[in-house]
């Protein structure tokens, strides 16, 4: 009798991953996590959301320099607004990388 196939590893979880990152991204999406593509190029980071969900992923976009003031409240409140409260990020001490 076949084994059933394992479960994604990142189902259910959301992940932040930078434009400039495309392994990165897809590698989380075939694992089975929602990912959000950010950046400042808003046509590079589309372009890579539309090659997640062409995988089969959850995706979405969102424009911007995390490391400006208010841009981590403004992708906060973008992931509360698409994916609800389960979206709302911890407090982190970690520096903001771009």
Do not use: I, N, W
């Amino acid at each position: 009798m076949a084994k059933p196939a394992p479960t994604p590893r990142l189902q259910g979880r959301l992940v932040v991953v930078d434009a400039t990152r495309p392994e990165v991204a897809l590698a989380v999406a075939a694992d089975g996590a929602t990912v959000v593509v950010t950046g400042d190029d808003a046509e590079a980071a589309g372009v890579l959301a539309a090659r997640v969900a062409a995988a089969g992923a959850r995706a979405a976009v969102f424009t911007g320099d995390l490391a400006t003031p208010g841009a981590r409240a403004a992708l906060a409140e973008l992931l509360d607004e698409l994916f609800g409260d389960r979206a709302t990020p911890e407090e982190s001490t970690a520096p903001a990388t771009t």
